[in-house]
T-cell receptor, first 115, second 111 residues
Framework: DAGITQSPRHKVTETGTPVTLRCHQT?????MYWYRQDPGHGLRLIHY???????DKGEVSDGYSVSRSKTEDFLLTLESATSSQTSVYFC??????????????FGPGTRLTVT | QKEVEQNSGPLSVPEGAIASLNCTYS??????FFWYRQYSGKSPELIMS????GDKEDGRFTAQLNKASQYVSLLIRDSQPSDSATYLC???????????FGKGTRLSVIA
């Protein structure tokens, strides 16, 4: 398995509270991604990073922010959690060179419930 | 908007048969194509990548790409109940852009 961990793996939080999810990789890959997965919607990209301090928005970025201060860590913050952000969140990594260029590898996921 | 389309299924096949999963994409400039398998409650797992027209085989899996028709497929030979999962098609458009994922096809292999 690619060396990707996510924490926490499960979280229940209340509406209006801030929440931070962490993705940590040991592969030294340049690109990191945050997705959410919901029934009927598939995987939807929230934000991604193409290097330390370099990030860009995905298709469902409203209500989320990210930070990447080190190659190995990519943080996703829900600034004020809402029930519509109840979902499973996946982190992924990729590189743009080598035999596995552009292949994305996923972390185990975080199940977030906002009550 | 660049899209990747898959039949949601479920696709039911008997054990030992060939399962055929299909995917179409809208961006003619797409460069790379991937198939992921996702078991219920688990994360997507990369099983095949294909970059040029034709077939690519890996064990019981064959990926087929036809860029002229904007079509990519995955064949699973000798299907097993353990192949029952959702299969996601993903496409990389031009440049270093994130993959675009289809919503997946649910495959059920009946023993």
């Amino acid at each position: 398995d690619a060396g990707i961990t996510q924490s926490p793996r499960h979280k229940v939080t209340e509406t209006g509270t801030p929440v931070t999810l962490r993705c940590h990789q040991t592969e030294n890959h340049r690109y990191m991604y945050w997705y959410r997965q919901d029934p009927g919607h598939g995987l939807r990209l929230i934000h991604y990073s193409y290097g330390v301090k370099d990030t860009d928005k995905g298709e469902v970025s409203d209500g989320y922010s990210v930070s990447r201060s080190k190659t190995e860590d990519f943080l996703l913050t829900l600034e004020s959690a809402t029930s519509s952000q109840t979902s499973v969140y996946f982190c992924a990594i990729s590189e743009t060179s080598g035999s596995s260029a552009y292949e994305q590898y996923f972390g185990p996921g975080t199940r977030l419930t906002v009550t | 908007q660049k899209e990747v389309e898959q039949n949601s299924g479920p696709l039911s096949v008997p054990e030992g048969a060939i399962a055929s999963l299909n995917c179409t994409y809208s961006d003619r400039g797409s460069q790379s194509f991937f198939w992921y398998r996702q078991y219920s409650g688990k994360s997507p797992e990369l099983i095949m990548s294909i970059y040029s027209n034709g077939d690519k085989e890996d064990g019981r899996f064959t990926a087929q790409l036809n860029k002229a028709s904007q079509y990519v497929s995955l064949l699973i030979r000798d299907s097993q109940p353990s192949d029952s999962a959702t299969y996601l098609c993903a496409v990389r458009n031009s440049g270093n852009t994130p993959l675009v994922f289809g919503k997946g096809t649910r495959l059920s292999v009946i023993a």
